[in-house]
């Protein structure tokens, strides 16, 4: 596991959804000091970036701790980005926005419910859960951890979602689903009365992710060191 940690990997995706056929690249990994965990992704069209996004959370323990998340997406041609970080001594989160709509611009501020625990970004969802032990420990299935997500990228990444709630934050929960026919263990993320799915590798790497209501794909190419 420390070994896994000191680096960071990089793995290609390719992900379809009703807008087309995309290359998704996400590394991810520690900091050099350990104190961090970062997450990096690039979403190309025709070798164009259309979505880019960097995630970085404090490493706790055996928690990881929202701290920063920036995500930009260009809609109609047009650059949106969002900003999500947390102020820890107010528990608060502040979303800095940047849009050609006015109403999607400036600073705002969110209160997290109190004694909210197992806080997470959507985008290292399965990271947060094996810090924390879950991914190890799940064997039997339909065991299960409570996680409480924030949404990187809102609101500009429920745009490119129908029928989906613009919320910055939902409770979820992560249930172990057990093992497809290949071996890889199956993880089911419910969430605002939707399921997204995960299947990890026998290192516990992600292979792909399925958001069947949104029909949106994910699966691994290859990885790089």
């Known amino acids: ?73 260009w809609i109609n041609k ?29 600073v705002k ?3 997290l419910p109190e004694n909210t625990q197992n806080i ?7 990271e947060c859960a094996r810090y924390e032990g879950f991914i190890a420990r799940a064997t039997k299935e339909n065991d299960s951890l409570e996680i409480n997500l924030i949404w990187d990228g809102y609101p500009f990444f429920h745009k490119l979602l129908e029928n989906f709630p613009s919320k910055l934050f939902s409770p979820g929960i992560l249930v ?3 093992k497809n026919k290949n071996g890889d263990k199956r993880f089911i993320l419910k969430i605002e009365g939707d399921e997204v ?7 516990d790497k992600l292979l792909r992710r399925i958001w069947i209501s ?3 794909t994910i699966e691994k190419i290859n990885d790089k060191l």
Do not use: H, W
């Open 197 to 203: 799915l995960f299947e990890l590798d026998s290192k």
């Open 120 to 126: 997470c970004f959507f985008s290292q969802v399965i």
């Open 214 to 216: 949104k029909g949106i």
């Open 1 to 73: 596991m420390k070994e896994d940690k000191s680096k960071s990997l990089k793995i290609l995706y390719k992900q379809k959804d009703p807008s087309g056929d995309f290359i998704l690249s996400r590394e991810a990994g520690a900091s050099a000091s350990q104190k961090e965990f970062v997450v990096k992704g690039q979403l190309l069209a025709d070798s164009q970036v259309v979505e880019q996004l960097i995630s970085i959370s404090d490493i706790e323990k055996k928690l990881l701790r929202p701290n920063i998340s920036q995500f930009t997406v």
């Open 109 to 111: 501020f969110f209160t």
């Open 78 to 106: 047009e650059k949106n980005f969002s900003e999500i970080s947390q102020d820890k001594t107010l528990n608060q989160l502040i979303i800095r926005l940047k849009s050609p709509d006015p109403n999607n611009n400036g």
């Open 176 to 178: 172990f689903g057990g």
